[in-house]
């Protein structure tokens, strides 16, 4: 069994709702174990504050595995902390050294508002979605699913964007907090596979719409969201999305 | 003891499901406009069924705890999906999915539930394609297949190490394109806390708005249940933190019955725990044992490391006692083996509770193949590890990832260290073949209910169920009982009953926060978890059962009189759910050792430890106990036996063997 050693200090967003005002809070711990994840030192802190007879911080957590995507800690100025490719319940104390301050923050953008401490509202992803991300078919009489082929490269491409798991990192870590990280995955997604063809200009169009209308920034290809996202999502889908907003102008026969 | 009734159709095997789908009793569609369905839950199987019934035309109001239904944890699944399409040409077929399931559930599945399951396999497969999941395919643009445990065919649909992820944005999307149309009205972050019944049926819910605190009443003509597994009354497990049985053991104290309870998968490889610290566990898929092999060294507490071991002194134990299905045997087998190896002093690593998972022989055989592709018939060894591991990277890539992550330790280089963990629990609400539990109007899908893997899961069959009965099936079931409410007007939520059950959410929260002890939430689930994994865990006998029953009451004891849970219920606070889910847990682990208790055999992933074979496998006993346990919960916490009779008319129920 692993013991613990290490002595940090930790810097803690604290905000009851959205309507009151927020601040950076001490809390000092020691004896943490190199092999707790980030949120497991969280649970500790967490446990000392309820022995106290304090309330615990408030943060989104659920399946640890990296793949629900509820987890979103802005941690020393970065989504999901220091190491690429993870996301915060994926990283590990022996990312940080003994004696290190952290400071942790919620994701950062006006369409997340704070719920408490560190959690934030993100159901605008929700809504971006439904408006136009996904591809209109009702259950049962669906084609026998290899009547259909689709080129590996294809299928592959498409999987790729669709790993996207909706953190929202993109957006907190985007100086504009833009949205079109998360919302051109699905839209490549879908525009990358046959399935996808007749409703493409359309959800385009409305799914930027929505986004828009969601009050997220635009995008300025500086690159953060690329950099910070926790499964990779690639650039290309914003160049893919622009092209088929674009292009929807001219092809589309319809305007939304 | 009381009998109960499946209501299975009449008929042949093979015709029951086409028949009861050609004369069940259908709602006009003017009528299902006015028509309200309730969903608690939002995974595979909840917003499948959310969004197949809105698609119909019912009003649907879909609750989830978490931000948003795409966080349900259907999403961490990983390995893949069973469907009978043979496209592998190796001799799949309905029948033999639905063998293959009654067999790997160790004859503790009703038949008439699990052929229905095998005929629906495929359609979930075109359904999902059409919604523009990326299955994995193959060059020529097909889908491609791999093997799971328990099979002897490829018929395991996957999206690399993602399954579930994919499957659940399909899912998801459906069901935010019925939002988006306003024919859903979605409510995150609710925690539904009471079932309101008028006149013995079904008739809405108690949700508490986890944001706010704020406690909503919802009227609904029935009520439907996805609301997953109950694995995490072990505390430690590979379920997502916030998996609880609250709003299942909410139904089952308003008379739904709770069935098979102590029947819990142990998923065979899973990252070993590191340290008391540790709050879950995470998984290495299946689909890893199709290229890795499992052993353990020869010697008794071998401290060499891996690679300093000579094949010679390694020991492929599932190689060696399951020559047929070797490292692809079932969970409840593999899981066993491990544990059979370790007990015996063979572990590995510093806590000598892991096995290893080796891929260094694939890894070379891989790279054999490939180097073989680009001309290069005699490869020295360096070259197929290196071109083999590309091969690995691509099929495994992410799972390698997260194991290192995790243990800090890189796997391409020196075997995984792999041991049991709590995955998925068979047991749930009992239901017929409607899916309707023993509450009229109230369904359960998925996870949630009891109905489809027996006494043990087999791999890739978890995410068949849930999408089955979310798109499938009930969607077709629930229009038996709907087409006999047409004509009953939404019920107003002043009504009493209504009251009556906000009254008991609410004095049950009150409670809680009033207590004012000095022990945390976290504490007794700990404990509670401690005493289930040691006495009702992987193997169990009767005096650890008998101990563990007292030591359980004892903690409920406790519990009520001494948790503290800080702030107040009219605000956001966490503290306050888990409070309401670990006390509901507690109630629950009691019913699970009392049932493994009652159950006098062996089977699937309940192991008395007084009832085996001389090798050591599973010894079940069919003439006492080929039953559905299902409980009925009474007064003060005790509890009722009924018995669901388990007919066999078109397998031969047999001793199971992967030798």
């Known amino acids: 069994m692993s013991t613990g050693n290490m002595n940090l200090t930790l810097k803690v967003w604290r905000q009851k709702n959205n309507k009151t005002k927020g601040a950076l809070v001490d809390y000092k711990l020691s004896e943490i174990s190199p092999d707790m994840s980030f949120l497991e030192m969280f649970d500790v802190l967490n446990e000392e504050l309820v022995n106290k007879g304090d309330e615990p911080v408030v943060f989104d957590h659920d399946c640890r595995e990296g793949i629900c995507g509820a987890c979103s800690m802005f941690i020393n100025g970065r989504p999901h902390g220091p190491k690429d490719l993870v996301t915060t319940c994926q990283l590990h104390m022996r990312s940080f050294k003994d004696g290190d301050t952290i400071v942790v923050e919620p994701w950062r953008a006006a369409a997340f508002p704070v719920v408490k401490d560190l959690m934030v509202d993100r159901t605008a992803f929700d809504r971006i979605i439904a408006s136009g991300g996904f591809i209109s078919v009702n259950t049962g009489n669906a084609q026998d699913a290899n009547a259909l082929p689709i080129p590996k490269s294809q299928a592959d491409a498409a999987f790729e964007a669709a790993a996207c798991i909706g953190c929202g990192a993109c957006v907190a870590t985007c100086k504009n907090a833009s949205a ?19 409703e493409r200009y359309r959800r385009a169009q409305s799914m930027v719409a929505q986004m828009d209308a969601e009050g997220f920034g635009n995008c300025t290809n500086t690159g953060a969201c690329e950099a910070e996202c926790p499964k990779g999502i690639s650039l290309e889908n914003i160049a893919r999305m622009n092209r088929d907003f674009y292009s929807a102008k001219f092809v589309s026969e319809e305007e939304v | 003891m009381a009998e109960i009734n499946a209501n299975i159709p009449e008929g042949e095997l093979t015709e029951k499901w086409t028949k009861f789908k050609s004369s069940v009793p259908l709602v006009n569609p003017s009528n299902k406009r006015t028509i309200e369905v309730i969903i608690v839950g939002s995974g595979l199987a909840g917003a499948s069924a959310a969004a197949t019934l809105a698609e119909m035309g019912y009003k649907v109001k879909c609750f989830c705890f978490q931000d948003s239904p795409r966080r349900a944890h259907s999403i961490a699944a990983q390995g893949g999906i069973n469907a009978a399409k043979n496209y592998q040409n190796d001799g799949d077929s309905t029948y033999r999915l639905f063998y293959d399931t009654i067999k790997g559930g160790d004859y503790r599945a009703r038949e008439a539930n699990v052929h229905r399951l095998a005929e629906v396999s495929t359609n979930i497969i075109d359904q999902c394609v059409a919604q523009g999941v990326p299955l994995a395919r193959e060059y020529g643009g097909l889908l491609d297949n791999r093997s799971f445990g328990g099979t002897q065919v490829q018929r ?35 925690e539904m806390l009471e079932v309101v019944k008028i006149d013995g049926k079904a008739r809405g819910i108690i949700a508490r708005n986890l944001i706010t605190g704020e406690i909503e009443r919802h009227f609904g003509h029935a009520v439907v249940l996805g609301t997953g597994g109950y694995g995490n009354v072990f505390y430690l497990s590979t379920n997502a933190m916030g998996s609880n049985v609250t709003a299942a053991w909410k139904a089952h104290k308003q008379g739904a019955y709770f069935a098979n309870p102590c029947y819990t998968q142990i998923h065979p490889t899973c990252i070993p725990v590191s340290g008391d610290h540790q709050s879950k566990l995470t998984l290495m898929s299946e689909s890893l044992r199709n290229d890795g092999r499992i052993w353990v060294p020869k010697k008794k507490d071998d401290t060499r490391k891996a690679s300093e071991i000579p094949e010679d002194e390694r020991d492929y134990y599932l190689e060696r006692r399951y020559p047929a299905f070797g490292n692809l045997v079932p969970r409840d087998v593999a899981s066993r083996a491990a544990k059979e190896r370790c007990d015996a002093g063979y572990g590995v690593g510093a806590s000598k509770l892991a096995v290893y998972l080796d891929f260094k022989a694939n890894t070379e055989r891989y790279g054999k193949i490939e180097a073989s592709k680009a001309g ?32 800090g330790e890189n796997p391409y280089d020196t075997p995984m260290r792999i041991y049991p963990a709590v995955h998925y629990t068979m047991g749930g609400l009992w239901v017929d073949y409607n899916l309707m539990t023993s509450v009229p109007g109230l369904y359960c899908t998925g996870e949630a209910n009891f109905s489809d893997h027996g006494a043990n899961r087999l791999g890739a069959s978890a995410l068949m169920q849930g999408l089955a009965d979310g798109y499938f099936v009930l969607p077709y079931t629930i229009g038996q009982y709907l087409s006999k409410e047409i004509s009953v007007k939404a019920i107003p939520t002043d009504h009493p009953a ?145 018995k669901e009779e388990l007919k066999f008319e078109n397998i031969k129920v047999a001793q199971r063997s992967y030798k």
């Not at chain 2, 659940?168 to 024919?183: D, F, H, N, P």
């Open chain 2, 156 to 190: 395991t649909f996957y999206a690399a190490g993602q399954t579930g992820q994919q499957l659940l944005l399909g899912a998801y999307s459906a069901l935010e394109r019925q939002i988006g149309m306003g024919k859903v009205e979605m409510f995150t972050r609710h």
């Open chain 2, 498 to 642: 209504f009251v009556e059950a906000e009254a008991r959410a609410v004095g049950i929260l009150n409670t809680l926060i009033n207590i004012k002890g000095t022990k945390s939430v976290d504490y007794f689930h700990k404990k509670l978890g401690h005493i289930m994994w040691e006495k009702c865990g992987m193997a169990r006998n009767e005096k650890g059962l008998n101990e563990a029953i007292q030591e359980i009451r004892a903690l409920r004891a406790d519990f009520w009189s001494n948790v503290r849970v800080p702030g107040a219920s009219n605000e956001m606070n966490p503290e306050l759910e888990k409070a309401g889910r670990v006390a509901d847990f507690i109630e629950l682990g009691e019913l699970m050792c009392i049932d493994a208790l009652n159950r006098n055999e062996s089977c699937g992933g309940h192991f008395r430890e007084e009832y085996q074979t001389e090798e050591g496998e599973a010894l079940r006993d069919d003439v006492n106990y080929a039953y559905v346990a299902a409980w009925e919960f009474k007064e003060g916490v005790n509890f009722e036996l009924h």
């Open chain 1, 180 to 198: 079109m990280l998360f919302t051109s995955a699905k839209i490549s997604q879908l525009a990358l596979l046959p399935q996808g063809q007749p």
């Open chain 2, 376 to 407: 290069n018939h005699n490869p020295d060894k360096e070259t197929c590890m290196r071109l083999g591991t590309e091969v690995i990277k691509a099929k495994y890539g992410n799972l390698f990832d997260m194991y290192a992550q995790i243990t």
